[in-house]
């Protein structure tokens, strides 16, 4: 289930996208929340969250992570230099997304699906994520992989793991990833902010709603899949 809501410009949206953000996490008092961020310019919500609604039962991360430990790579080092990051370190938990120096990119999914497994077991728990689209229509750090639905099918649909490593080669400048799936997307994720500005994004705004499309072809196309979505943008 999703619902679209349009704004005049980005600045307009990420205010919309962040006050919607902020009355699903006051919404939710008995559960604890686990807020999976995407990064990138879908950040620019984080300028417009009430801080006094981030406590000891919201833990924070990010949604997709690159296998780096470089501060102008790693996304959960990102996180790290925001405002709000800053502000809200000491009141609610962070689960962090950075390699360890020597880690290969198979250990460092096992580390990190196992810290997320942890966190999910012996909780009353919702899992509110922001979610960015690409102009090739992928999201989450999941990739079109037209010419090889197989491999599509096989790295982020056919598995239970929440997160999974994967080299995506000449697909995207940052090419060893650790993204959620689409199943875990699906399945686990209850409620999405999705953010989509620029009219660059026009295209993957139409591909993502079209309900003929392909997961491998239209990564963001998921969003028609998942329990509830918010879509906010600056395009018609």
Not at 57 to 62: A, F, G, R, T
Not at 170 to 188: C, D, P
Request: charged content about 25%; aromatic content about 10%.
């Amino acid at each position: 289930m999703y619902t679209v809501t349009k704004e005049v410009d980005a600045a307009n949206v990420a205010k919309a996208a962040g006050e919607k953000l902020n009355e699903l996490i006051k919404e939710n008092p008995s559960y604890d929340i686990l807020l999976l961020l995407s990064g990138g310019s879908s950040f620019q919500i984080l300028d417009h969250l009430n801080l006094n609604i981030f406590n000891s039962k919201v833990s924070v991360s990010v949604l997709d992570e690159r296998w780096s430990a470089e501060e102008s790579i790693n996304n959960f080092l990102q996180l790290k230099k925001t405002q709000f990051y800053m502000d809200v370190k000491e009141s609610c938990d962070f689960i962090e997304t950075i390699p360890n120096e020597g880690e290969t990119l198979e250990d460092f999914e096992n580390r990190i699906n196992a810290d997320f497994s942890k966190w999910m077991q012996s909780k009353k728990y919702k899992i509110i994520i922001t979610q960015g689209v690409g102009k090739d229509s992928h999201t989450s750090g999941i990739m079109p992989y037209p010419e090889d639905n197989s491999f599509f099918q096989e790295t982020f649909v056919n598995t239970d793991k929440p997160f999974v490593g994967y080299d995506a080669k000449e697909k995207n400048q940052y090419r060893h990833r650790l993204t959620t799936t689409i199943k875990f997307l699906i399945n686990k994720v209850d409620i999405a902010i999705c953010y989509i500005v620029g009219e660059d994004k026009k295209t993957a705004l139409e591909h993502t709603l079209n309900p003929k499309a392909e997961l491998n072809e239209s990564p963001s196309s998921v969003i028609q899949k998942m329990k509830e979505v918010y879509i906010f943008t600056d395009l018609t």
